[in-house]
């Protein structure tokens, strides 16, 4: 099963050629971050004429960033992971009956993104820490824009969040892409200043213990980000 998890910025555009670039990886299943109820739709219908006709969405409004999953096969949506309002606007669950497992996107707020704060950040990430430690023995997927990272491993330095970031190997889930690329870095995405560009690894892919052996690989693709399509790269991730 391939899994594909991108950041479409601000919703990606309702013309255009984001949904090319994600049928060109022929995914299983795909992981929309930054959808938006109005912005989005375009790309959904797509998506849907191609074969990707099963959805799962937050229920988000008007620009509100929010997480969509698409699939082939049919998908069981499950109750919010993280819990109720805000949380379940960053964070969606699907069953896929057919790979015997869940998947759960997630877009980790900022502290300045629309309808959350300082206090909402750190929240969110005690939600999932807390839904982690419940569910490891679980067959789980959780990936998207985590918007952290682990300190000069991932970026050359310290986002927000990123000791709540470090916590979660220590939850005993793995790290798909640090455990499939050993020894090496990359990151997904790029922002340009004045002193010119910096570059984080804030796309991930965790998988609970019991999926652990299954993954296959675990890559990002960056041409759709080089070609500006998006400021974020592709994450890929292939579960036997």
Not at 130 to 143: C, D, N, S
Not at 198 to 203: A, E, F, H, M, T
Request: proline share 8%; net charge negative; with cysteine.
């Amino acid at each position: 099963m391939k899994l594909v998890a991108w950041n479409i910025r601000h919703g990606g555009w309702k013309r255009g050629p984001i949904g090319p670039a994600i049928i060109a990886h022929d995914p299983d299943v795909v992981i929309l971050c930054e959808y938006r109820s109005e912005g989005s739709e375009g790309l959904v219908e797509q998506l849907a004429f191609f074969g990707w006709s099963h959805l799962i969405a937050s229920d988000v409004t008007g620009i509100t960033n929010g997480v969509a999953i698409l699939s082939r096969e049919p998908l069981e949506r499950r109750s919010p992971p993280l819990g109720g309002a805000p949380f379940d606007q960053w964070a969606v669950e699907a069953k896929v009956p057919a790979g015997r497992l869940s998947v759960i996107g997630v877009y980790a707020p900022l502290a300045t993104s629309l309808g959350s704060s300082p206090a909402l950040q750190r929240e969110f990430w005690h939600a999932i820490h807390v839904m982690m430690k419940a569910r490891q023995h679980e067959p789980i997927v959780l990936l998207g824009d985590f918007n952290t990272g682990a300190p000069v491993l991932d970026g050359p330095n310290a986002l927000p969040c990123s000791d709540a970031f470090e916590v979660l190997p220590s939850l005993g889930w793995i790290d798909a892409w640090r455990v499939r690329n050993r020894g090496l870095n990359d990151f997904s995405y790029s922002q340009q200043s004045a002193s010119g560009p910096s570059q984080w690894r804030i796309d991930h892919a965790f998988v609970s213990p019991p999926l652990a052996p299954s993954v296959r690989g675990c890559r990002y693709s960056h041409i759709e980000r080089e070609q500006k399509l998006s400021d974020h790269s592709m994450l890929i991730v292939d579960i036997d």
